[in-house]
């Protein structure tokens, strides 16, 4: 649908607020910088704690406050999306540090959208001036055209050597129109994304997520992107990775947490029901962290091993762009579930292996045997001698090894 004119001038009061030192209100305080935006979250929690809430956390109630109108009347939909941004706890209460994160998070979303914004204009600009350059042209050659000017003969000289340059460059510009249009029309990504490419064929993805890249810089022509691990930077060109598979990160919500847990196939099936329902509540005790419980669930069973394996899936709050957030609860989640198959004695032992040691003794003897023998063969000058090439030398080492072991047999024999 196209926007009509009140969004448009809704947005555009929106971006001149980016570029403001308050840009959530004066009385919130100023969050010119990601400093500022803390201590002045800081301060506005402090100050509503002293005002409405005796206690040591603030109620939602109070946050949701500012989704009433003029009238008084509550907008739902602003108290959902007040709830996604704070997320407070079963109780619907808000800490000092969660108030401070949600704004912290609501904070960095804004200066996405800041350099986002100014990173689209750029490009479009760029787009805009290469077409009115080109038609520009087009009017000029038209104009001499009505004018009387002869130029069917340079505009077949044009065309010629324009034809000539593209056999020659094919590949070329074939490769920087595609990444001219990924960018432009396309668009996979944004500035601040975290990106992973990979080639079409590769059909496997990572169940913990992908090796990421940060985008930093978005041109016509290439990519600057720093790799998240080890903070390197790297240039791209648009037009090799425009036939990529290209996994954004930040267009990836709600992150899928997988664990697996081995018990024994005595557990019984009480113990089991006991785990699923204690972790489920675990779960939803988290709305910060947790969406939802997703899966509990038989992932594997080897009867001849004596172990069944559970894959237990949860849905993270947060998207893969917050890949640290995820690993933490994903550490929690597994944490607990070790304590609790502890607790519950859902213990697994690995069967030992066989050892087969009068096979190992065997083979380490033959082996030192031939390296014996052939030093011995290598040090007996007249064997060379007759010998001559490597045929012989290794027969020589064989029907030696032969005659050794039979004389050793023979003597345990008579022994």
Not at 66 to 81: E, F, L
Not at 260 to 267: G, I
Request: with cysteine; charged share 20%; net charge neutral.
């Amino acid at each position: 649908t196209r926007p009509s004119i009140k969004q448009i001038f809704m947005f555009r009061e929106t971006i001149a607020l980016l570029n403001d030192s308050n840009p959530f209100s004066a009385s919130f305080g100023p969050a010119n910088t990601r400093d500022d935006c803390v201590a002045s979250s800081e301060r506005l929690y402090r100050r509503l704690l002293a005002k409405y809430s005796p206690g040591d956390s603030l109620p939602f109630d109070v946050v949701a406050s500012a989704a009433r109108d003029k009238d008084g009347a509550t907008d739902p939909a602003a108290v959902r999306q007040l709830l996604k941004i704070f997320r407070p706890d079963k109780e619907g209460h808000l800490a000092l540090l969660e108030f401070a994160q949600s704004v912290d998070s609501v904070y960095k979303r804004l200066r996405l959208l800041e350099a986002s914004a100014k990173n689209s204009c750029h490009l479009e600009k760029v787009l805009h001036q290469s077409l009115s350059f080109l038609f520009y042209i087009l009017f000029v050659l038209f104009g001499l055209q009505f004018a009387g000017f002869d130029l069917m003969r340079t505009i077949a000289l044009i065309g010629g050597a324009s034809l000539a340059v593209s056999f020659a460059f094919s590949g070329a510009v074939a490769n920087i129109f595609e990444g001219i249009l990924m960018v432009a029309i396309r668009r996979p990504y944004n500035l601040g994304d975290r990106i992973a490419i990979s080639q079409t064929a590769d059909t496997e993805a990572s169940s913990d997520g992908s090796s990421t890249w940060f985008v930093e810089d978005i041109t016509l022509f290439y990519t600057k992107i720093r790799y998240a691990t080890t903070n390197e930077v790297a240039t791209v060109s648009n037009g090799a990775i425009s036939n990529s598979r290209i996994i954004n990160a930040n267009r990836s919500p709600h992150a899928m947490i997988r664990v697996f847990m081995k018990w024994s196939l005595n557990v019984p099936k009480e113990k089991v029901e006991i785990f699923h329902a204690t972790v489920e509540k675990f779960v939803q005790d988290r709305p910060r962290r947790f969406q939802s419980f997703s899966a509990f669930r038989v992932s594997r069973v080897e009867p001849d091993l004596g172990f069944v394996e559970y894959f237990i899936g949860a849905v993270s709050r947060f998207s893969w762009q917050n890949v640290g957030p995820i690993v933490e609860s994903k550490a929690e989640l597994y944490t607990f579930c070790l304590h609790l198959a502890q607790k519950l004695e859902m213990h697994y032992v690995s069967p030992p292996l066989p050892v087969q040691l009068g096979i190992e003794e065997m083979n380490q003897t033959n082996d030192s045997k031939i390296l014996q023998l052939g030093d011995e063969v290598i040090n007996d000058d007249s064997l060379m001698k007759k010998g001559g090439n490597l045929r012989n030398l290794a027969l020589t080492i064989a029907s030696q090894i032969q005659a050794n072991d039979q004389t050793s047999h023979n003597s345990k024999k008579t022994k």
